[in-house]
């Protein structure tokens, strides 16, 4: 029995549905990004709002943006809690996937908040309902009797849990110098970790600097994160001689500030990228599971061997 064809006024309420998906497409994934620190999922988890969209009785939904947000937000949460289970068994450290804004500036474009790498790691240490609460309002700016309903607590509950998050990320973090800066000492590390200059290492680096490697399992790194000046300059400059033999330097736009795609025989197996405060780097990030590495593009005309900066103009 062959099925009937969609009456017309069935076809205009899909494209009405469409259109309102699509112009809210964007924000969902940005909530859904900075969630989980996984573009992959945050992609998975889009789709499936997609799809639950088209099957929810529209007519009884007054506000379709803030129902699309509700519905991607309390999926993220569910995510979330399930993504915090499997990060326990994954091998070596774990970093968010880098999402390229340079091909993709929305996501940046709103408050840019809760997309920087080390905003991200510090929201891992939240509850998912820590995490959404803040992640709605420093990103997205809702109002907090908005964030109530969408989360289904009572407003001074989600007053108290988004000081709380902003708090504990206001305490933990380093006040981040600008985006040129950030460049310049990420250009003056690739230069001195190509080379082995420990003397140049130890110089761009905070007292505090630490070194994370995500391999995944998939790839050899470092499994454990590597702690303290001497110790990430002489971890660094141990593996210099392998890992950048043969390789190419292009720049990209990655989470609002600057990585390096490093390339062998044209095929990226690095992205690396550091922050950075007044007093220095703080973070060295070395994404290299190839599973999350593979969206990140290179600026158009990107530079393949940096030249190092004169040390002494470091502010």
């Given at each position: 029995?062959?099925?009937?064809?969609?009456?017309?006024?069935?076809?205009?309420?899909?494209?009405?549905?469409?259109?309102?998906?699509?112009?809210?497409?964007?924000?969902?994934?940005g909530?859904?990004?900075?969630?989980?620190g996984?573009?992959?999922?945050?992609?998975d988890?889009?789709?499936?709002?997609w799809?639950?969209?088209?099957?929810?009785?529209?007519?009884t939904?007054?506000?379709?943006?803030?129902?699309?947000?509700t519905t991607?937000?309390?999926?993220a949460?569910?995510?979330?809690?399930?993504?915090?289970?499997?990060r326990?068994?994954?091998?070596?450290?774990?970093?968010?996937?880098?999402?390229?804004t340079?091909?993709?500036?929305?996501?940046?474009?709103?408050?840019?908040?809760?997309?920087?790498?080390?905003?991200?790691?510090?929201?891992?240490?939240?509850?998912?309902?820590?995490?959404?609460?803040?992640?709605?309002?420093?990103?997205?700016?809702?109002?907090?009797?908005?964030i109530?309903?969408?989360?289904?607590?009572n407003e001074p509950?989600v007053?108290?849990?988004?000081?709380r998050?902003?708090?504990?990320?206001?305490?933990?973090?380093?006040?981040?110098?600008?985006?040129?800066e950030?460049r310049?000492?990420?250009?003056?590390?690739?230069?001195?970790?190509?080379a082995?200059?420990m003397?140049?290492l130890?110089?761009?680096?905070?007292?505090?600097?630490?070194?994370?490697?995500?391999?995944?399992?998939a790839?050899?790194?470092?499994?454990?994160?590597v702690?303290?000046?001497?110790?990430?300059?002489?971890y660094?400059?141990?593996?210099?001689?392998?890992?950048?033999?043969?390789?190419?330097?292009a720049?990209?736009?990655?989470?609002?500030?600057?990585?390096?795609?490093?390339?062998?025989?044209?095929?990226?197996?690095a992205?690396?990228?550091?922050?950075?405060?007044?007093?220095?780097?703080?973070?060295?990030?070395?994404?290299?599971?190839?599973?999350?590495?593979?969206?990140?593009?290179p600026?158009?005309?990107?530079?393949?061997?940096?030249?190092?900066?004169?040390r002494?103009?470091?502010s």
């Open positions: 029995m062959a099925l009937a064809d969609p009456r017309p006024d069935d076809l205009g309420d899909l494209e009405q549905a469409a259109a309102a998906f699509g112009e809210m497409r964007p924000r969902l994934f909530i859904a990004y900075r969630m989980l996984s573009a992959t999922e945050a992609e988890l889009v789709q499936d709002v799809l639950r969209w088209q099957a929810y009785d529209r007519t939904v007054d506000n379709p943006a803030a129902f699309l947000a991607t937000t309390r999926l949460i569910n995510a979330a809690q399930s993504a915090r289970v499997r326990e068994t994954y091998v070596g450290p774990w970093l968010p996937e880098p999402v390229d340079g091909a993709d500036p929305y996501l940046g474009a709103e408050r840019g908040e809760a997309l920087e790498f080390a905003v991200l790691l510090l929201l891992e240490r939240l509850s998912p309902t820590e995490r959404a609460a803040y992640v709605l309002r420093e990103a997205f700016d809702y109002p907090y009797r908005q109530a309903e969408i989360l289904e607590l509950a007053r108290q849990l988004v000081s998050a902003r708090k504990r990320v206001l305490v933990e973090r380093h006040t981040p110098v600008s985006r040129a950030q310049r000492l990420l250009t003056a590390f690739v230069a001195a970790a190509r082995g200059d003397v140049a130890e110089e761009l680096f905070a007292a505090d600097v630490i070194s994370y490697s995500d391999g995944g399992g790839v050899r790194a470092s499994r454990i994160p702690v303290g000046v001497p110790r990430v300059a002489k660094i400059k141990g593996f210099a001689n392998r890992f950048w033999v043969g390789a190419d330097v720049w990209a736009s990655t989470n609002g500030q600057t990585s390096a795609v490093v390339s062998r025989d044209g095929e990226a197996f992205v690396v990228t550091v922050s950075a405060s007044r007093q220095g780097i703080h973070q060295v990030l070395w994404m290299m599971n190839p599973s999350k590495i593979t969206a990140v593009s600026e158009p005309t990107p530079s393949s061997r940096p030249v190092p900066p004169d002494r103009s470091r």
